[in-house]
C-alpha cells in the first residue's frame, strides 16, 4: 500500500471518528441542557418520563446523568481513535493540526441540522416544563351555560328559525319555478287523461320505465296470468281467526301430552 492510499484510508476513518465525536457533543449538549433546565423546577416532560419508564424525578435524573455518562465515555473513545489515527497517518505536507481543523469544519457543516435540531427540541423541553408548572389546564364553562333557561330557550327557537327560513322559505330561482310549474302541469294533464280514458300506470319490473294501458286489459291479463300460472289464489274470506284456532287448538294438545311445558303455552300465547 503506497502513501497516498494510506492517506485516503486515514482520512476516511479520521473523518467517520470526527462524525461520530461531532454527533455525540451535540447529544451531550442537549442532555446537558436539559437537565439544566429541569432541575430547578425538579420536573420532567412526559417524553422523557416514557423514555425513563418512571413517573418519579429522581430516577428520570438518574436516566439522564448516566445517558450523559455514557455519550462522555463515547467521546473519550473517539479521542483515543483520533489520536491512534494520527499517529499511524502518513507524512504529509500539512501540519496534522491543520487537518483535523479541516476535518472538523466540513463535519460540522456536514451535521449543522443537529444542531437546529436541538435547538427546536430545548424550546419544547421548556415549553413542556412550563405547561407542567401552570398545573392541570382548567376548562371555562361557556356563556350559555350560566345564562337563563327562558333566554336559552328563546336564543334555541330563533336559531331554528333561522334554519328553517333558510331551508324552506329561500326564493329559488326564475328557471327553477318555470320547471317545477311545467312539471305541475304535466303531471296534472297525465292524471287528467288516464281518469278519462279509464287508463292504468304501473311501473315495470326492470328499469324505471312506466306501463300505461287499458285498466279493464290489465285486469285481464292479471286474472289470464293467475289461472295460467296458478301463482296466486284469490280468498274469498279471511281465515286468520281459522288458523289461529286450529294453532291454538294444536298447542294445547301438545300441552296435554306434556310435549311442551304450560310455561311455554303462556309464552306463546
Not at 181 to 186: A, G, N
Not at 229 to 248: G, W
Not at 249 to 255: G, I, K, S, V, Y
Amino acid at each position: 500500500m503506497n502513501n497516498k492510499t494510506k492517506a485516503m484510508v486515514s482520512s476516511s476513518a479520521k473523518v467517520n471518528n470526527r462524525d461520530q465525536q461531532y454527533c455525540a457533543e451535540i447529544q451531550l449538549q442537549l442532555w446537558q441542557s436539559c437537565l439544566d433546565i429541569a432541575l430547578q423546577p425538579h420536573i420532567w416532560p412526559e417524553q422523557v418520563y416514557a423514555i425513563a419508564k418512571t413517573n418519579n424525578f429522581n430516577i428520570g435524573r438518574e436516566y439522564v446523568m448516566n445517558s450523559i455518562h455514557n455519550i462522555k465515555q463515547q467521546l473519550i473513545q473517539c479521542q483515543l481513535e483520533l489520536s491512534k489515527q494520527s499517529k499511524l497517518c502518513p507524512i504529509t505536507m500539512l501540519p496534522l493540526d491543520q487537518i483535523d481543523h479541516s476535518l472538523e469544519k466540513m463535519v460540522g457543516y456536514e451535521r449543522k441540522y443537529l444542531s437546529i435540531r436541538n435547538h427546536h427540541q430545548l424550546l419544547q423541553f421548556k415549553e413542556k416544563i412550563y405547561e407542567k408548572q401552570l398545573g392541570p389546564s382548567c376548562i371555562r364553562f361557556t356563556q350559555s351555560a350560566i345564562r337563563p333557561r327562558k333566554q336559552q330557550e328563546i336564543e334555541i327557537k330563533n336559531e331554528h328559525t333561522d334554519i328553517s327560513t333558510k331551508r324552506y322559505f329561500t326564493p329559488v330561482s326564475y328557471k327553477d319555478q318555470i320547471q317545477a310549474l311545467q312539471q305541475i302541469q304535466t303531471v296534472t294533464l297525465i292524471r287528467q287523461k288516464i281518469k278519462k280514458h279509464n287508463l292504468i300506470i304501473r311501473l315495470t319490473d326492470k328499469g324505471n320505465n312506466f306501463y300505461i294501458g287499458s285498466t279493464v286489459e290489465f285486469q285481464q291479463e292479471a286474472q289470464k296470468f293467475f289461472s295460467d300460472t296458478s301463482a296466486f289464489k284469490e280468498l274469498s274470506s279471511n281465515p286468520f281467526n281459522e288458523i289461529l284456532d286450529k294453532v291454538v287448538q294444536l298447542l294445547n294438545e301438545l300441552a296435554s301430552k306434556k310435549l311442551i311445558s304450560n310455561g311455554n303455552l303462556k309464552n306463546d300465547s
